[in-house]
């Protein structure tokens, strides 16, 4: 059974700290792992996708990704209350079904 | 930019109801998707499609039906509507052999009376 892990949270942060999001994942052949983000009501918006080991920067987000440790984590510096939202981590099928993975999701709470 | 839409955005329906959840994406994507979302249960996908006609069960196929007749369009069938079917229906759509990344429609929040 493959799987996805996240806190659920809330995880609460002050106005311009840095929050930081993390992610496990159960199966070894994933290539590809992606964040989204989703607020209140509203569909998944794609933020960052991240394919090598490593740090990928866009903007004020940071992707992370040790593929032996199974883990991928979100950073967000300068939190601003409208990053409020639930970040949802994704992770590819090994192989070519282009099926995505989902956690459940952590709920990111910036306090102004 | 990518643009999936749904047909519509709040829908309600009666138990026993045929109910039809329509996706356009304006793309050329080969691969769409269907997926419901609850509470504490995440995002789970229902059913999939790679090609027109072709289709693929996912993970909770039970009670849904689909069919893709063009492209562009990926529709989603309820053909008896019950209560736990009340839920926000996501579609998503992705380029085959490209990056992976889903790009998702508004959503439609059903609720089955």
């Known amino acids: 059974q493959k799987e996805v892990e996240q806190n659920s949270g809330p995880l609460s942060v002050p106005e311009g700290a840095i929050a930081s999001l993390n992610c496990t994942y159960s199966?070894?052949?994933?290539?590809?792992f992606f964040w989204y983000r989703q607020y209140s009501g509203k569909s998944p918006e794609l933020i960052m996708s991240i394919y090598s080991n490593g740090d990928k920067e866009d903007g004020r987000f940071t992707a992370q990704l040790n593929k032996a440790s199974q883990y991928v984590s979100l950073l967000i510096r300068d939190s601003q209350p409208s990053d409020s939202a639930t970040y949802l981590c994704?992770?590819?099928?090994?192989?070519?079904?282009?099926?995505?993975?989902f956690g459940t999701g952590t709920l990111l709470a910036v306090q102004p | 930019d990518v643009k999936v839409t749904q047909s519509s955005r709040y829908l309600v329906k009666r138990t026993g109801e045929k109910v039809f959840l329509e996706c356009v994406q304006d793309m050329d994507h080969e691969n769409m998707f269907w997926y419901r979302q609850d509470p504490g249960l995440g995002l789970r996908l229902i059913y999939f499609?790679?090609?027109?006609?072709?289709?693929e069960k996912g993970d909770i196929p039970e009670g849904y039906s689909v069919s893709r007749e063009k492209k562009e369009r990926f529709s989603l069938i309820l053909e008896s509507a019950s209560t736990n079917q009340t839920s926000m229906y996501l579609c998503a759509s992705i380029l085959s052999g490209g990056t992976y990344e889903q790009y998702f429609g508004p959503g439609t929040r059903l609720t089955v009376t």
């Open positions: 499609s790679y090609d027109v006609k072709m289709k």
């Open positions: 199966d070894r052949g994933s290539q590809s």
């Open positions: 994704a992770v590819a099928y090994g192989g070519a079904t282009n099926k995505l993975i």
